[in-house]
């Protein structure tokens, strides 16, 4: 079956709320989750802070999907503006998983993220997407992270 990839301010994956998060991240539940994220994406794709990759079948299904947030951010060596890249929501339909769904998703990211002049790009990696993104050249960082509630 063949797929296509599209992009633009107004798209963003519908599949964000179904992906199977670890149960550490689930802390107030689905309601709320889905209740902020709705509120988020809102704005985001308003404001142009979040740019949705969608990978569609050729009977128009949605397959995959992720995105990029352009956030404020202080400054990143070799970049001139303020912002920083971060993809996220990357998910794969299963069905679809190991056909270059997820590569495709991700080159056309990056790709975005270098026409639109990012120095980088960062993402938080699950164990089964690492070693595509350790393909395309991501590296591990030194980011933590302490949960407070």
């Given at each position: 079956?063949?797929?296509?990839?599209?992009?633009?301010?107004?798209v963003?994956?519908?599949?964000?709320?179904?992906?199977?998060?670890?149960?550490?991240?689930?802390?107030?539940?689905?309601?709320?989750?889905?209740?902020?994220?709705?509120?988020?994406f809102?704005?985001?794709?308003?404001?142009?802070?979040?740019?949705?990759?969608?990978a569609?079948?050729?009977?128009?299904?949605?397959?995959?999907?992720?995105?990029?947030v352009?956030?404020?951010?202080?400054?990143?060596?070799?970049q001139?503006?303020?912002?920083?890249?971060m993809?996220?929501?990357?998910?794969?339909?299963?069905?679809?998983?190991?056909?270059?769904?997820?590569?495709?998703?991700?080159?056309?990211?990056?790709?975005?993220?270098?026409?639109?002049?990012?120095?980088?790009?960062?993402?938080?990696?699950?164990?089964?997407?690492?070693?595509?993104?350790?393909?395309?050249?991501?590296?591990?960082?030194?980011?933590?992270?302490?949960?407070?509630?």
């Amino acid at each position: 079956m063949r797929w296509r990839i599209e992009t633009g301010m107004g798209v963003i994956a519908p599949l964000w709320h179904t992906i199977a998060f670890p149960a550490s991240y689930i802390i107030y539940g689905n309601a709320l989750m889905h209740q902020s994220a709705s509120e988020y994406f809102g704005t985001a794709v308003a404001d142009g802070s979040y740019r949705g990759f969608l990978a569609v079948d050729s009977t128009g299904k949605t397959i995959g999907g992720g995105g990029i947030v352009i956030s404020s951010w202080p400054g990143i060596l070799g970049q001139r503006r303020p912002q920083r890249a971060m993809i996220l929501n990357m998910y794969v339909d299963r069905d679809h998983r190991r056909r270059g769904v997820g590569r495709a998703l991700m080159e056309a990211m990056i790709t975005w993220c270098r026409e639109n002049d990012f120095a980088s790009v960062g993402l938080h990696a699950s164990d089964e997407g690492r070693g595509l993104y350790e393909q395309l050249g991501f590296k591990p960082t030194t980011e933590m992270r302490l949960v407070l509630t």
